[in-house]
């Protein structure tokens, strides 16, 4: 009966992961970051030293891919997916690229509530992850800041 939960968990975790990781972007080994035009009408952080450009590219990378788990204003899925809205976890810049270029499962705590679920690698290159976090770091109520793609590239280079 055991061994039954314990598929059954893996299992609602994998259509989870999926469903979270679903995306129709290039994925991060093509060879030109893709710019498709965003809607002019969206409103996007107006950010001193980020082209407007990066900002849209950001929303439009988590809009298709991020808010399926972390939902449209950041709030996440209490209890299975944690909030990026007003997130302490965004503190450590580091751990937050490292989560995005590796993925991440294991319990970790946001905003002192416990989560532990699995969320998969960012299919996106260094250009791209670098704008949607930005675009994260200036929206739902964060503080701000500024990741760059050589940020996101030495992360990557050093490995897991």
Same mark, same amino acid.
Do not use: W
């Given at each position: 009966?055991? +061994?039954?939960?314990? =598929?059954?968990?893996?299992?609602? +975790?994998?259509?989870?992961? +999926?469903?979270? #990781?679903?995306?129709?972007? *290039?994925? !991060?080994?093509?060879?030109?970051?893709?710019?498709?035009?965003?809607?002019?009408?969206?409103?996007?952080?107006?950010?001193?030293?980020?082209?407007?450009?990066?900002?849209?590219?950001?929303?439009? %990378?988590? @809009?298709?891919?991020? *808010?399926?788990?972390?939902?449209?204003?950041?709030?996440? %899925?209490?209890?299975?997916?944690?909030?990026?809205?007003?997130? @302490?976890?965004?503190?450590?810049?580091?751990?937050?690229?490292?989560? +995005? $270029?590796?993925? =991440?499962?294991?319990?970790?705590?946001?905003?002192?509530?416990?989560?532990?679920?699995?969320?998969?690698? !960012?299919?996106?290159? @260094?250009? @791209?992850?670098?704008?949607?976090?930005?675009?994260?770091?200036?929206?739902?109520?964060?503080?701000? #800041? %500024? $990741?760059?793609?050589?940020?996101?590239?030495?992360?990557? *280079?050093? #490995? *897991?």
């Amino acid at each position: 009966m055991r +061994l039954y939960r314990i =598929l059954v968990e893996v299992l609602f +975790l994998g259509v989870f992961a +999926l469903a979270c #990781g679903g995306s129709e972007e *290039k994925p !991060a080994n093509s060879e030109k970051a893709s710019q498709p035009s965003v809607a002019q009408s969206e409103a996007v952080p107006t950010v001193a030293g980020v082209a407007p450009q990066t900002m849209q590219r950001g929303k439009q %990378i988590y @809009d298709s891919y991020c *808010k399926t788990c972390h939902q449209a204003n950041g709030q996440g %899925i209490p209890g299975v997916y944690p909030p990026l809205a007003k997130s @302490d976890y965004l503190q450590d810049k580091r751990k937050v690229i490292h989560a +995005l $270029v590796f993925g =991440l499962s294991g319990p970790i705590t946001v905003n002192g509530k416990k989560f532990n679920g699995v969320m998969p690698p !960012a299919p996106y290159n @260094d250009q @791209d992850l670098a704008a949607v976090l930005t675009y994260v770091y200036n929206s739902f109520g964060n503080p701000g #800041g %500024i $990741v760059t793609p050589e940020e996101v590239a030495a992360v990557r *280079k050093a #490995g *897991k």
